[in-house]
């Protein structure tokens, strides 16, 4: 089957149609490929992976949905599809601009999302993925423990098994998990995050009005969102002044900003390899030292 082919027929799975489709590659981050699909019923977003299993753009679906429910300004969403080995997600099409205002309108919707949760429990009822890495959640009285047993953990093991984390390395993140509740509180507010709110998922559309797009939801303390917004930059300083405006954060947070980091550079470092040690092993000098 063609390329163009393949693309028409998971376009018609999600109700797109079949007459005067066109499809142009546009960026689409490091696992998917994506296209400006044009025709049927309008101009859309489309993303497809040929690595992944049948649930995983059904995932970022309810994810979007979660951050919809919670106040968030998400692109709505067509419709998914799996069909022979391959995955598609189609969105309505984003015009982008860079207006000054996105930062702005970026900070008061988080802060509407993070809002405080109806749930009691930190973590998620079912699987979700970070890039194509499954994670389990589950329900989790404790802060704390979820993200010691669900994220760190989780990512030890990954990288015990891919010999990204060996030797001292290994002992200090050990060490640093053991003594987690040293810096981390069992029970903060409870609000629905993003989950990988880095500088490429959020857009800034047209009126300045604020996207996000590529979640990872879960139910977790708010201060891992904005630790992740710190790491690779990408966000303007507008937008930790409006979110502060709605939302403070508390005085201490910059104490535990490099622990929530922490686990991002650990899926870093287990996904693309050394080029993340040093700053991983930079965070153990800071709480290990």
């Known amino acids: 089957m063609s390329r163009n082919s393949e693309l028409i027929q998971l376009a018609q799975k999600v109700g797109v149609g079949s007459a005067d489709l066109s499809f142009t590659p546009v960026s689409g981050g490091d696992i998917n490929e994506a296209y400006c699909l044009e025709g049927g019923s309008g101009t859309w977003f489309m993303k497809i992976n ?45 015009n982008t601009s860079s207006s000054e205002r996105g930062g702005e309108k970026l900070g008061e919707m988080l802060a509407r999302v993070h809002k405080p949760a109806e749930s009691a429990f ?24 979820f993200y010691r047993e669900k994220r760190l953990i989780h990512q030890l093991e990954i990288g015990k098994r891919k010999g990204t984390i060996t030797g001292r390395r290994l002992s200090r993140l050990e060490n640093l998990i053991e003594r987690l509740d040293t810096w981390i509180p069992p029970e903060p507010g409870v609000s629905l995050l993003h989950g990988d709110l880095w500088g490429g998922n959020w857009i800034s559309g047209k009126g300045g009005e604020a996207w996000l797009i590529d979640p990872s939801v879960f139910y977790g303390h708010r201060e891992m969102d904005l630790a992740f917004t710190r790491l690779f930059g990408g966000f303007p300083a507008s937008f930790y002044e409006s979110y502060e405006y709605y939302y403070p954060l508390d005085r201490d947070f910059s104490e535990r900003e490099r622990l929530y980091q922490l686990f991002y550079l650990l899926v870093h470092l287990n996904f693309f390899g050394e080029a993340y040690g040093t700053s991983v092993d930079r965070i153990f000098d800071y709480y290990l030292s």
């Open 50 to 94: 040929r690595q992944i299993p049948p649930d995983f753009f059904e995932l970022e679906a309810e994810s979007l949905r979660k951050l919809e429910e919670a106040g968030g300004n998400v692109p709505s969403i067509k419709g998914t599809a799996y069909h022979n080995g391959v995955g598609t997600i189609v969105l309505h099409w984003i």
């Open 122 to 145: 930190y973590g998620y009822e079912g699987k979700t993925y970070i890039g194509t890495l499954a994670m389990e959640n589950g329900w989790w009285p404790s802060w704390t423990d």
